[in-house]
């Protein structure tokens, strides 16, 4: 939580107001769910909060309901509250309403939302803006990429249309990536723990990080910690 204090420190006292460095982050740059959150709301995060929370649970609702009008269409009802309602059931994610920096989550989630309604709507332009605003506020949006133009029975028709469709995703998230290096390598940002540079890390095969990634990635969902903890199971 102390990055909280990072971002707004950023914003209230500091004289550089820039999009081009991590806004407060020593290792991303995030600058819709970093500098735009905390410079639109950084005054109410202190003065009121449970505004900003509220703002939080709306924007959740926001989302599961756009994903409901777009799974609606091809499944039945029961199927598509699912899929539109299950970050709400998450235990997890009482932090995204109540922990300012959790935008980034909180971001990417409803954008990627807005993405994949406007790609069932078959609008190009506005389903780009959306990725790139979630490529913007977290990194796992990549995922929406290759998601977006092969959903089953929705989106575009036909292959050729996919085809388009996932060549202008591309050029769009090759873009963001180009820009994501550059950024990090001129702002100096770095991951902590030294992971990008310390020799046990670096060589590390591939494989074993990718299984350490999905393993845990999976640990995640159900909010257990990647590592033992003393108590568990108690």
């Not at 924007?59 to 409901?68: N, T």
């Not at 235990?91 to 959790?102: A, K």
């Not at 990429?145 to 959903?151: F, K, R, Y």
């Not at 494989?207 to 995640?220: E, H, I, Q």
């Amino acid at each position: 939580m102390a990055e909280d204090f990072d971002f707004l420190h950023r914003v209230l006292f500091s004289k550089t107001h820039t999009l081009l460095d991590g806004g407060g982050s020593s290792a991303f740059w995030r600058p819709v769910a970093h500098q735009l959150y905390y410079e639109t709301l950084g005054g109410l995060i202190l003065s009121h909060p449970g505004v900003v929370a509220t703002l939080h649970v709306l924007m959740l609702a926001l989302a599961s309901v756009l994903l409901y009008r777009c799974f609606r269409r091809a499944w039945p009802g029961p199927a598509a509250m699912v899929v539109a309602s299950f970050p709400l059931l998450s235990e997890s994610s009482r932090t995204v309403i109540s922990w300012p920096s959790h935008f980034v989550e909180l971001g990417v989630w409803l954008f990627t939302a807005i993405a994949i309604h406007e790609t069932i709507a078959r609008r190009l332009w506005s389903t780009l803006l959306a990725l790139l605003a979630a490529l913007l506020c977290k990194e796992v949006a990549v995922v929406a990429t290759v998601m977006l133009p092969w959903m089953p029975g929705l989106g575009p028709r036909g292959l050729k249309s996919r085809l388009w469709w996932q060549a202008a995703l591309a050029v769009l998230t090759g873009a963001w990536a180009l820009a994501y290096v550059a950024i990090r390598h001129r702002a100096h940002l770095l991951l902590p723990h030294q992971l990008e540079t310390r020799a046990d890390v670096v060589a590390t095969p591939l494989p074993a990080r990718l299984w350490w990634a999905a393993a845990n990635s999976v640990r995640a969902l159900f909010s257990l910690p990647a590592v033992e903890t003393r108590g568990r199971g108690r």
